[in-house]
T-cell receptor
Framework: EAQVTQNPRYLITVTGKKLTVTCSQN?????MSWYRQDPGLGLRQIYY???????DKGDVPEGYKVSRKEKRNFPLILESPSPNQTSLYFC??????????FGNGTRLTVT | AQSVTQLGSHVSVSEGALVLLRCNYS??????LFWYVQYPNQGLQLLLK??????LVKGINGFEAEFKKSETSFHLTKPSAHMSDAAEYFC????????????FGDGTTLTVKP
């Protein structure tokens, strides 16, 4: 089954404790992206990757890092999380001009 | 540059009534347009898309949308609302070279009253 898998689904952490949210897709998609969803703000793009070893900033990249060492994986790294990064995060992938395929989301709470 | 404006963060309709969710976009290149739906505790799913060709596009669950270039609009409609349509709906625009670089609207929450 074609899918984008994010882990974990829920994460509670404390300020400053480094964390990684994993994302994997099994569709051989070139393009992968991370979004955060906040009430009333829709989805805002954090980082995206056009292919292996090619990443670029989206609209709200501050406080986040990504890497794309393999085509299928695109982890999101928060080196020093802060409470304003409490949000719902989505990973997505696509190929060319096809629509985005989304994971089921990771709800992060930073206290 | 590209942007999306969804008019109305909340829309409420009665079961069986017409659903109309509004979306206006701006894009410096010919746009690809998408509507996605998000059910509670789930990711977004594609409802329908416009790339090229026919301006009236049909999607899943009886939804359709019409691309109107002159009005820079891509409104979503469904003739008769069902309780199961209650969800959050997002309009998105991308350039015609990479749908992955999509910009989303703020979303519209649809409530369906019995």
């Amino acid at each position: 089954e074609a899918q984008v898998t994010q882990n974990p689904r829920y994460l509670i952490t404390v300020t400053g404790k480094k964390l990684t949210v994993t994302c994997s897709q099994n569709m051989n998609h070139e393009y992968m992206s991370w979004y955060r969803q906040d009430p009333g703000l829709g989805l805002r793009q954090i980082y995206y990757s056009m292919n292996v070893e090619v990443t670029d900033k989206g609209d709200v990249p501050e406080g986040y890092k990504v890497s794309r060492k393999e085509k299928r994986n695109f982890p999101l790294i928060l080196e020093s999380p802060s409470p304003n990064q409490t949000s719902l995060y989505f990973c997505a992938s696509s190929f060319g001009v096809s629509p985005l395929h989304f994971g089921n989301g990771t709800r992060l709470t930073v206290t | 540059a590209q942007s999306v404006t969804q008019l109305g963060s909340h829309v409420s309709v009665s079961e069986g009534a017409l659903v109309l969710l509004r979306c206006n976009y701006s894009s410096s290149v010919p746009p690809y347009l998408f509507w996605y739906v998000q059910y509670p505790n789930q990711g977004l799913q594609l409802l329908l898309k416009y790339t090229t060709g026919a301006t009236l596009v049909k999607g899943i669950n009886g939804f359709e949308a019409e691309f109107k270039k002159s009005e820079t609009s891509f409104h979503l409609t469904k003739p008769s609302a069902h309780m199961s349509d209650a969800a959050e709906y997002f309009c998105a625009v991308s350039g015609n070279t990479n749908a992955g670089k999509s910009t989303f609207g703020d979303g519209t929450t649809l409530t369906v009253k019995p």
